[in-house]
């Protein structure tokens, strides 16, 4: 089983910034592409940016120039950097990740969410 938990939500002032880190834990052989997705009250689920197991990087036109993903192959962690943040902002923040286990399957897996609110 795999374990991805997201941490550093809270509530900024627009303009401010944010650093989100998801942790993946478990039966994990390698962490190949991974990304974070945003859910704002009464809309669906956006994809916000994919990181590849070798850094190639990817971003949805609203957050391009203002989000940075990350990430450390030793931890298997995945960071995403907020800056810049606008109201629009205002999301649950999901980890979402392709897991290869030993047993050579890959599995999708997703976080359990982080509230990240910004103020006007």
């Known amino acids: 089983q795999v374990q991805l938990v997201e941490s550093g939500g809270g509530l900024v002032q627009a303009g401010g910034s944010l650093r989100l880190t998801c942790a993946a834990s478990g039966s994990i052989f390698v962490l190949n592409s991974a990304g974070w997705f945003r859910q704002a009250p009464g809309k669906q689920r956006e994809w916000v940016a994919i990181i590849t197991r070798d850094g190639s990087t990817n971003y949805a036109d609203p957050v391009k120039g203002r989000f940075t993903i990350s990430r450390d192959n030793a931890k298997n962690t995945v960071d995403l950097q907020l800056n810049s943040l606008k109201p629009e902002d205002t999301a649950v923040y999901y980890c979402?990740?392709?897991?290869?286990?030993?047993?050579?399957?890959?599995?999708?897996?997703w976080g359990q969410g982080t509230q990240v609110t910004v103020s006007s």
């Open positions: 979402n990740a392709r897991v290869l286990t030993p047993l050579m399957k890959e599995y999708v897996y």
